[in-house]
């Protein structure tokens, strides 16, 4: 049974790096083709991919945040922890991780998330 | 970086009626197109991976078509529990975005 579970700050301050942490099971991020990413959702608004993260350890970022964007991987523990610089109120949303796979002749889209953490930036 | 555009935004549809979502995007994206829905308050679930291929335990009455730039998402035959907002999301170059969404609303 493949299970994710978001955790960190509900609320941080403007200018404040948040951490948040992906923790999961019921598959390993050491499996080739398997990958962990990290989606938010404004309230009210769609969705937004940020980073991923694949079973070799090599990162992928939005194009637009990249630079205030690290991911990175404890295989030993199942855990992807995604660290935002500089937060700003237009950054509330609630953060989702999600799992996807890279099959030999096929994608599998994100095929199981997390419930999400809202988090809230405000002074 | 590629812009998924959804249409219609809102779509009214009553209840065993047949529902057509629309994705284009701005540019190819050969067949890496993935559709959820989301229920308020709840994560985004997966529909169609793909473009047509269905999720593990989602109902025939989802399909989904098309590849390169158009794509379609139909729900043959409406139930209940299809009222939702559906995204659809590409994924290509290790670049992923979604569409803003259509809301599904009961006419």
């Known amino acids: 049974q493949v299970t994710l579970r978001e955790s960190g700050p509900a609320l941080v301050k403007p200018t404040q790096t948040l951490t948040l942490t992906c923790t999961f099971s019921?598959?390993?991020?050491?499996?080739?083709?398997?990958?962990v990413s990290w989606i938010r959702q404004p309230p009210g608004k769609a969705l937004e991919w940020l980073a991923l993260?694949?079973?070799?350890?090599?990162?992928y970022y939005s194009t637009s945040l990249k630079t205030r964007l690290t991911i990175s991987k404890d295989t030993s523990k199942n855990q992807v922890v995604l660290t935002m610089t500089n937060m700003d109120p237009v950054d509330t949303a609630t953060y989702y991780c999600?799992?996807?796979?890279?099959?030999?002749?096929?994608?599998?889209?994100?095929?199981?998330w997390g419930q999400g953490t809202l988090v809230t930036v405000s002074s | 970086e590629i812009v998924m555009t959804q249409s219609p935004a809102t779509l009214s549809v009553s209840p065993g009626e047949r529902a057509t979502l629309s994705c284009r995007a701005s540019?190819?994206?050969?067949?890496?197109l993935a559709w959820y829905q989301q229920k308020p308050g709840q994560a985004p679930r997966l529909l169609i991976y793909?473009?047509?291929t269905r999720a593990t335990g989602i109902p025939a009455r989802f399909s989904g078509s098309g590849s390169g730039t158009e794509f379609t998402l139909t729900i043959s035959s409406l139930q209940s529990e299809d009222f939702a907002v559906y995204y659809c999301?590409?994924?290509?170059?290790?670049?992923?975005?979604f569409g803003q969404g259509t809301k599904l609303e009961i006419k």
């Open positions: 999301q590409q994924y290509n170059n290790w670049s992923y975005t």
């Open positions: 019921g598959f390993s991020l050491s499996t080739s083709g398997m990958c």
């Open positions: 999600a799992r996807i796979w890279f099959g030999s002749s096929t994608v599998s889209g994100f095929d199981y």
């Open positions: 793909g473009a047509s």
């Open positions: 540019q190819s994206v050969s067949s890496n």
């Open positions: 993260i694949d079973w070799d350890d090599d990162k």
